[in-house]
């Protein structure tokens, strides 16, 4: 089963996918795909980290998702714009190899038998991104979420912490 949960920045995404793993595992493991940058990146990870109790498992994995074995588990994937900027970046934002990347990963991952939720944020609904790597990423971003949507059992958009159904 696959839950895909996209919004904006704060807009209650993470939370919504946690309480939700919750109803569906005591033992749901979180999968985080960001970068540690910098020390303020590292404190806001510590910070989310803490605010899971001890049911929770905690992994990470930067890029190569598609090589976790989570047949069996309620994971939370958190979340597809950090993973998709480490590939931007290490593949020097060639969008189409990082899509391909992406898809391929992806794919892995949803062949195991699991109750995954993923966790996107909806970038095309901002202002139009200033540079030109910005607008790219934002094209890989929308493709990478259509991809995920098509391919997901339900979707949900959040708004100011509210949930709405699309799928």
């Known amino acids: 089963m696959i839950y895909f949960i996209s919004g ?5 995404k993470s939370n919504y996918a946690m309480n939700l793993a919750l109803e569906l595992s005591d033992n ?4 985080a795909t960001s970068r540690k940058w910098d020390s303020d990146f590292e404190q806001r990870v510590q910070r989310h980290q803490d605010e899971r109790d001890q049911r929770w498992e905690n992994w990470e994995e930067e890029k190569e998702i598609g090589k976790l074995n989570i ?24 969008i189409d190899s990082c ?3 992406a898809k391929r990963e992806l ?3 949803f062949k195991q038998d699991a109750t995954l939720i993923v966790i ?3 970038l095309g609904m901002g202002v139009h991104a200033e540079s030109h790597m910005g607008r790219k990423f934002v094209e890989l971003h929308g493709w990478t979420n259509q991809f995920i949507a ?10 100011s912490g509210l949930p709405l ?3």
Do not use: H
């Open 8 to 12: 904006g920045e704060r807009s209650g």
């Open 28 to 31: 749901p493991v979180y999968l």
């Open 71 to 94: 047949t069996g588990r309620v994971v939370v994937l958190d979340c597809i714009t950090l993973w998709l900027t480490n590939w931007f970046l290490d593949l020097e934002q060639n």
């Open 99 to 101: 899509l391909q990347n």
């Open 107 to 109: 794919e892995e991952l």
């Open 120 to 122: 996107s944020n909806e």
């Open 150 to 159: 098509q391919k997901s059992d339900r979707a949900t958009f959040i708004v």
């Open 165 to 167: 159904q699309m799928k």
